[in-house]
């Protein structure tokens, strides 16, 4: 029986996670407006494209095409009714490029519904995110990653949404801007102190972060997370640098050896699983395979 990654991080193991996908859709020729998560069923082949270009960098684990696929994100395109469809045939897609032996990551990004704004209830939040993460977990997702969450109250509905109704490891990540005055916090104000108490209390077998930062940021907040937690696995998924404005386009400038050349640091800080957000490439991720194995 294949390890989980609890059982490969006691071993001490370093894992790779992967990179980018918005920004492969889109060289695939997604349109602007259009939703990412459809290409699942009418192109999945090239969803299966970036999933495999990742796996053949070396990853260990591989994300699905999943992150706007819960009801309330697919509602603006009409798709509401597709939901469990649309998730489960991601998980496949990455199963199948995955393999056996790889693993599977069952992505979930936020709703956009904020229950302090009053726009949405507790129970249609866990309900969109418990039939989210069945579909996942029934198309082959080893792990579920709840991710680039910025309030703390839908983070930890998810996680409980994802652990009472499947078997799946639970990961939740969030996404930290840094404050003039040194400090991290999300858009909602937390801490990544704050985020582990919650979150652990929520049952998250891994936290961590994702987005918005550099590798050379995250290592702050990873050192900022061990001091208050020494032995919770933690996930990093960085961006190749801060983006920069060129005319129209925006650009990520951390080219894959930058990326790499902080990569041990961050493992030493205490980050378990690493891998890239925006901007980020196959060779960003084969160039941390490089460094970390």
């Known amino acids: 029986m294949k390890s989980t990654l609890l059982q490969l991080i006691s071993e001490g193991r370093t894992l790779v996670s992967d990179g980018a996908w918005g920004t492969f859709l889109q060289a695939k020729g997604l349109q602007v407006g259009e939703c990412p998560e459809l290409w699942n069923i009418n192109h999945p082949e090239a969803v299966l494209d970036i999933a495999q270009g990742y796996i053949d960098a070396g990853a260990d684990t591989i994300e699905t095409n999943s992150f706007g696929g819960n009801r309330f994100k697919l509602e603006g395109f009409g798709l509401e009714n597709q939901v469990y469809e649309i998730n489960r045939k991601a998980a496949e897609i990455s ?5 056996d032996d790889k693993y599977v990551l069952g992505s979930i990004g936020p709703t956009g519904k904020m229950l302090i704004m009053g726009d949405i209830t507790e129970e249609e939040l866990y309900d969109a995110f418990k039939e989210q993460a069945i579909a996942l977990y029934e198309g082959g997702a080893d792990a579920l990653v709840i991710e680039t969450m910025t309030a703390i109250d839908e983070a930890t509905i998810a996680v409980r949404a994802a652990r009472e109704n499947t078997p799946c490891e639970v990961i939740c990540t969030m996404t930290f801007d840094h404050l003039v005055t040194g400090e991290y916090r999300t858009m909602m104000g937390v801490s990544p102190t704050e985020m582990v108490t919650e979150l652990k209390t ?27 937690d020494k032995d919770i696995p933690v996930l990093i998924h960085a961006n190749a640098g801060l983006p920069i404005l060129q005319g129209v386009c925006t650009v990520f400038p951390e080219s894959p050896e930058i990326m790499a050349s902080f990569a041990p640091r961050l493992a030493k800080a205490g980050a378990n699983i690493i891998g890239g957000c925006c901007g980020t490439t196959p060779e960003h991720i084969h160039k941390l395979v490089e460094v970390l194995k």
Not at 95 to 99: E, I, K, S, T, V
């Open 95 to 99: 199963r199948q490029a995955a393999g």
């Open 202 to 228: 929520a049952g998250a077998h891994i936290v961590g972060a994702n987005c918005s930062n550099g590798i050379e940021g995250m290592i702050s907040i990873t050192e900022e997370i061990r001091l208050v």
